[in-house]
Each structure stands twice: as C-alpha cells, then as structure tokens.
C-alpha cells in the first residue's frame, strides 16, 4: 500500500439562464457549447426587481407570501416560490428550467441549492445545486418536477462547507448525518476511449449533494497514461467533455468531481483547457463541476504547483478541495506557506481542506497510508527478550513491545508537538531503516481545522466519511468545528500513552519498565501463559498478546554426603 501525498484512489461561460419545460434526461440532445433541449421550451424568468407578486404573475413560479423558517444552519438568499396552477401541469419527458434573482449578495463558491418544501412533514429538501451567474445574482437549476414551494438557500454553518468522499457503496458515517453538504462517492474512473466506466452508488441524498469522483491516479499503473492521451489532443478532450456529460444525463446526476492526480507537468495546459470545456457544458445544464486537486509543494524558496494551474482552475470551478499532504513531519512547517500562496490566487470561500482519518508512514521517499487499526496492530507488537530455554518457572523474564521498546532506541508511543500528531518511530527487519507513523485522531484534526480559519478558507472536507470502525473516528473533533467555527486544540494526557501490560488470570507477577517494556516473574507451574500489551492512541484502546511457554525448572542435583572414618 505505497502511496504519495494522495487520497484513497491515488498517489495522491455564463449559466444557461433560459428556462420552461424541456425534453429530459433519457432523449436530450447535446451541443458543443452547451446543453439546449429539443422540445417546448418557455422562458422562466425570477427577475425579483420585475415581479408583482401572486396577481398578475404569469410565470411557472410566483413569489409567495407564505412565512416558512430556513431549518436550523441554512438562510434564505431568495424569496420563497409557490407554482403557478394556473400554468397546468409540464407535459410528461420534460424538465423546467429555472432562474432566480438572489435578495442577498453571496461569496464566491458560498453553498447554494434550490429546496422545496414539504407541506406533510414540515422540512425543506434539497433539489438542485443552485449555478451562480458571473455577476453573482442570479441562479439557475433544472428541476425534474414541479415542487409547490421551492426557494434558494444557502448553507451558513460556521465551519463553512463540508465535503465527504466515500467509497463506492460505502455507508456514512453517522456523526456526517446532518452535517455534510456534498457527499462524493468515488464511483468512476476514465477509459481509455474517452468513457467513463463504473456504477453510481446507492446514496440516498438527505440534506446534502451528491456528486461522484471520476478519478485517475497512479495507485493503479497505466491509469495516468490514459488521462494524458485523452487530454493530448482537443479531439479526445472534447470527446471525453462530451462523454461525462453524457453519462450525467443518463445518471440524472447534478454535479461530478474530478480527481485526475499525479499527472505530469507536460499536462498543465491540456488539462486546464479540458476543465474549462467541462465547466462551460455543465454549467450550461445548471449542473456543478468541482475539483480536487494535489496540493502544491514547497521547493526550496517557492511554492510549485506542478500539473495544476490553480490560478485558472478557479476560474472554472465551482469548488477546489486540496487533497491530504500526507507528509506528517513537514506540515506545520509547509502547509502555512502553501495556503498562504494558494488564497493570494484562489478566492478562499471556493477552496477546502481536506483532513483524513488515515494513519501515515514515512521513512526513505515514500508515504505509507494505512488505517488506525494497522498502524496500532504494529505499535501493540510483543515480544519475549528471552531465549526459550531461559523462560522457566519462578523466573525473572523481559516481556517487550516490538516496537516501542525505548531499550532498542525506539521513541515509544508520544505526542508530537512538532507535528500536533500522536506517534512512533520503528525499525524495518534486516537493516531497512527506520520508520515513523503518525496517528490521525481527535487531537491531530483540532489543530489542522485551525488553518481554515486562520486562511478563511471555505470548509473542510474528510478523506473517507465511511462507517468503516477501522480508521481513526475524528469526528469528534469535526463536529464542534462545524457548529461553532472554532477548532478544539488539545493534547492527549501523557498518561493515556503509556503501555499497559497483563498476564492472563494474573498468572505471576508483571511490572512495567516505563520503557515500552515489562519485568515477568513467571508462575511456579510450568504451562502456557498469555501476556497481553494495550495500548492507546490517546482516544481508543488496542491490544495485541503473545502465548509464552513457561518451562519447568531443571531440578539441579546435589553431591550426597560422604562419611569419614573416624581415627
């Protein structure tokens, strides 16, 4: 599992404002410059400045003088709509095209969707990303339906956006629920013709959006390759815009993320040019294109962004999350820098960190990315500092953690104050040097949401947001943040570090070295014992054990007594 700097997949014009019904997704036509379905198409116009209001309104949509409350974390950016029954019904296959002038003035990349409301259960539910114009007042969507009461909001929480990617299928955290505004599954992957091959996962949408990854890196060999022949030629480029936004079609899908990693510097220009040929397509079906992209690196005295122009990317964009710097040791000291140059070149409220719940190993060039689970299952190593003929009863015998044994030179399971991570340094068999993990939890997170607040950047997004109980559980420290827009930067008690040592049914005495190791008195029955390590990262428990044979003493003979005769 060799990876660099990157997420689980890898090394690391104008909104269409025209509107009315129009043919949908299974018989749309689409052109070079945007998507203009064939059919009825009527002109729906929300120009708040023009409308009366109710009487007179001859728009599918009218202002409504309906007094509804935003749920909790979400404001109104535009007056709430009641449709027009006078209109009738849209003809069955058809869609409705929708703009609306915004009452309130909104950031660049500020979280905007259009919601109707449910009369029988009270809630508002998302139904399209809302497309900001160019001028910021105006959105546009496509609806597949008709909603009685609809209205433009927009996500307010403190913490700004928050982004989940998840793999294929894979549930949602529970502490996400509610809190997430974009989910990505990480669905698709370009072929080699152009195409897009993969599933949409089954998400039910609820709250949030949902726009899958179409992702290329090198994790898995030629995959690279394929995205650099596609984007070679303006033919091929223009071929594969077409082909995702078909597949969004057919997917009835309302926005997709692109995560081309790892592609060499000779791509620059060819892949700005396809993000924007996307952009321009998807924004002209009121769909949303979002990027995330590989973080720049710092180079002896400049940032270098490498393949990635991120000055015209934003530009094209409706958001940019910056992939994890898995580099645990350099990351307070590069990552402040690179922010700094990255929000001097892309409007901070449209660029998001990304924070993960995976562990990362360093040591040599390469990165290591693994679960908690894994990391800790190393760190929980034991081993007996004994040869088996010396283990025998009513003995004393060095029990060790493998790789926390500070008798070895190792550093033991610590806080990092200069990387804010829990970790600990190894050593590989047969002379391979040394590695060093560091532990993503509840006290690493803190201090890295620190930085969105600090660069006023536009949210944070969380590498994998599955349910999978073997990665570190960081929402702990995610929640608060997203609900106050305050960081929790604390540090685990020094204490909670330490190793804990037990023989099973406290068969002979054990005691802890304070140096990653034990003192075993063994039993005065020779037997097979269990002796178990535990050890915590701070916030959860893990454990690992060894079976010590414990032989009996030899028995050492004594010389008999020999008489003397007596003189």
């Excluded at 997949?9 to 104008?14: K, L, P, T």
């Excluded at 995959?223 to 091929?236: H, M, P």
């Excluded at 700005?272 to 079906?285: M, P, R, S, V």
């Excluded at 003995?395 to 033991?412: H, M, Q, R, Y």
Aim: aromatic share 8%; charged share 20%.
């Amino acid at each position: 599992m060799n990876r660099r700097s990157q997420l689980p997949w890898g090394a690391s014009s104008q909104p269409s404002l025209y509107g009315g019904p129009r043919q949908s997704r299974g018989s749309r036509q689409l052109f070079v410059l945007g998507a203009i379905a064939l059919g009825v198409i009527i002109l729906v116009w929300f120009l708040i400045g023009r409308m009366c209001g109710g009487a007179g309104c001859t728009d599918y949509y009218c202002p409504s003088d309906r007094k509804i409350e935003a749920p909790e974390g979400y404001e109104f950016v535009s007056r709430i709509f009641a449709y027009n029954q006078d209109k009738g019904a849209v003809a069955p296959g058809n869609d409705l095209s929708i703009a609306v002038e915004l009452t309130t003035e909104v950031p660049d990349g500020a979280a905007l969707s259009f919601y109707r409301y449910i009369d029988e259960t009270r809630n508002w539910e998302p139904i399209a990303p809302a497309v900001l114009d160019a001028q910021g007042k105006v959105v546009a969507a496509t609806f597949t339906g008709t909603p009685g009461i609809m209205a433009v909001m927009r996500r307010n929480a403190p913490g700004g956006q928050v982004v989940a990617y998840l793999p294929h299928n894979a549930p949602l955290h529970r502490d996400a629920a509610g809190r997430v505004s974009i989910v990505h599954p990480i669905d698709f992957k370009p072929a080699s013709d152009g195409a897009i091959s993969g599933e949409l996962s089954t998400i039910k949408a609820e709250g949030f959006e949902v726009y899958p990854v179409i992702a290329s890196n090198n994790s898995v060999r030629g995959d690279v390759a394929i995205v650099e022949n596609i984007l070679a030629s303006r033919e091929s480029r223009a071929n594969h815009v077409q082909q995702i936004v078909s597949r969004l079609a057919k997917d009835n899908i309302k926005g997709v993320d692109i995560a081309y990693l790892d592609l060499p510097v000779t791509a620059r220009t060819s892949f700005t040019l396809f993000i924007g040929d996307l952009y321009n397509q998807l924004h002209a079906q009121n769909k949303q294109l979002t990027l995330t992209l590989p973080s720049p690196i710092k180079v002896q005295n400049r940032v270098d962004e490498g393949a990635y122009d991120w000055t015209e990317l934003a530009k094209t964009a409706d958001l940019i999350k910056m992939a994890p710097y898995r580099d645990q040791a350099t990351f307070r000291l590069t990552m402040p820098e690179i922010l700094q140059y990255l929000t001097e070149r892309v409007a901070p409220a449209k660029l998001i960190l990304t924070v993960s719940p995976y562990a990362t190993e360093t040591g040599g060039e390469t990165v290591n990315v693994m679960s908690l689970a894994q990391a800790m299952s190393i760190a929980t190593r034991v081993t007996v500092r004994a040869e088996a003929d010396a283990i025998t009863t009513s003995t004393n015998i060095k029990i060790a953690g493998t790789n926390i044994d500070k008798d070895e030179g190792l550093t033991g399971i610590r806080w990092s104050a200069d990387t804010a991570t829990v970790a600990f340094s190894y050593k590989q068999a047969q002379g391979a040097g040394s590695r060093t993990i560091y532990l993503e939890n509840f006290f690493s997170i803190g201090f890295k949401l620190e930085l969105v607040g600090t660069y006023k950047l536009g949210g944070v997004a969380v590498e994998d947001a599955s349910a999978n109980e073997f990665l570190g559980n960081i929402w702990p420290a995610l929640v608060p943040f997203i609900t106050s827009g305050q960081p929790i930067l604390l540090q685990p008690n020094p204490q909670d570090l330490n190793p804990k040592w037990k023989v099973k049914d406290n068969q002979g005495t054990i005691e802890d070295t304070g140096r990653g190791s034990a003192n075993w008195f063994t039993p005065a029955q020779a037997g097979t014992y269990t002796i178990s390590l535990t050890l915590s990262d701070g916030v959860s428990l893990f454990e690992n054990s060894i079976e010590v044979n414990v032989k009996a003493r030899p028995v050492t003979s004594t010389p008999s007594p020999t008489a003397t005769p007596a003189r």
